[in-house]
């Protein structure tokens, strides 16, 4: 952990709007606090859309603007498959996030539950693990924190192996309005309620999660990682 109060924070997702929809309003209040945000998105996250309205240009100009309307710095956008991580040699992956860790030496890194239906965040959140593993050859000691994404979390099954146990929150009622400001940069990824990505099911997860820890809302995570050296 470095001495000074500023820290290195870093996001990293498998698809644009993850970032937003997730630990969104938690990333503002860390550019808000000083501290320098990077995030690193897996893949455009467009090939696999049912609709075909594949729009790599404008997915990737949604991720910018948001990263600029937030203060938010977008480190590196991959080009690996949407919803085929699985193809892609894990190894590869894993060397890939080595080489960003040890250029930033993040304070904290955000990133998937390994629980969420996608498979994608699946493979993310276990990529993270094992390029930061304990040994790893950095002697990196980053708190790692993994968050739930609406859609893709409260979507799986409510049994052991995929329950998402929040054991850490962060009060986001007065970053709420500058949240959903932000969020406008993917409204095209929003629909009306009950769709879990409409303003409505968001603002009902975070007065949910703000409720379990006495705020008026929150965004909730899970410390899997926290050493004190």
Same mark, same amino acid.
């Given at each position: 952990m470095k001495n000074n109060t500023k820290k290195s924070i870093l996001c990293i997702v498998a698809h644009p709007d993850d970032e937003a929809l997730g630990p969104g309003g938690t990333l503002i209040k860390h550019v808000m606090r000083g501290d320098k945000v990077n995030i690193v998105i897996l893949s455009i996250g467009e090939e696999s859309k049912l609709n075909k309205d594949i729009n790599t240009s404008r997915r990737i100009k949604n991720a910018e603007d948001w990263s600029k309307i937030t203060g938010c710095n977008i480190y590196k956008f991959f080009s690996f498959p949407d919803q085929q991580l699985d193809t892609v040699p894990k190894l590869k992956i894993i060397q890939k996030l080595e080489k960003i860790f040890q250029v930033l030496v993040p304070d904290i890194v955000y990133t998937h539950h390994d629980g969420d239906l996608n498979h994608d965040h699946q493979i993310v959140n276990h990529a993270v693990l094992t390029a930061l593993r304990p040994m790893n050859p950095y002697g990196l000691r980053s708190e790692i924190r993994t968050f739930e994404t609406i859609s893709?979390?409260?979507?799986?099954?409510?049994?052991?192996?995929? %329950?998402?146990?929040?054991?850490?929150?962060?009060?986001?009622?007065? %970053?709420?309005?500058?949240? %959903?400001?932000?969020?406008?940069?993917?409204?095209?990824?929003?629909?009306p309620y009950p769709y879990p990505r409409s303003i409505?099911?968001?603002?009902?997860?975070?007065?949910?999660?703000?409720?379990?820890?006495?705020?008026?809302?929150?965004?909730?995570?899970? %410390?899997?990682?926290?050493?004190?050296?």
């Open positions: 893709s979390t409260e979507q799986s099954p409510y049994t052991e192996r995929y %329950i998402f146990k929040p054991n850490f929150y962060v009060n986001i009622n007065e %970053i709420w309005k500058s949240k %959903i400001k932000a969020l406008n940069a993917y409204k095209s990824e929003l629909k409505k099911s968001l603002e009902a997860l975070a007065i949910k999660r703000g409720s379990e820890s006495g705020f008026k809302k929150a965004e909730a995570f899970h %410390i899997i990682k926290k050493v004190w050296q």
